[in-house]
């Protein structure tokens, strides 16, 4: 049998909390969140997307990575990219 190069890759399963909050100023603006289920939203353990519908979609996430290190209550005044 030839090679594939594919690698067998091992899975953590979680079970997530999502939030989802519009942006206080901008309706176009949309924030999503992602944590470990239970997670308060005040904990450095979110992942956030930022979901901008002004001109087109545009999908940002904070910090610029998918890291689960931020506070959703602070999702306005984080750094997107």
Not at 45 to 71: A, H, P, R, S, Y
Request: overall charge negative; aromatic content about 10%.
């Amino acid at each position: 049998m030839p090679k594939t190069g594919i690698k067998p890759v091992s899975l953590e399963i979680k079970n997530y909390s999502i939030s989802i909050k519009t942006d206080s100023g901008d309706g176009n603006i949309k924030y999503i969140g992602y944590a470990e289920a239970g997670s308060l939203t005040s904990n450095s353990v979110w992942q956030i997307m930022k979901l901008d519908k002004t001109t087109d979609v545009d999908i940002t996430w904070c910090d610029g990575n998918l890291k689960f290190d931020n506070e959703f209550d602070n999702r306005e005044t984080l750094t997107y990219s």
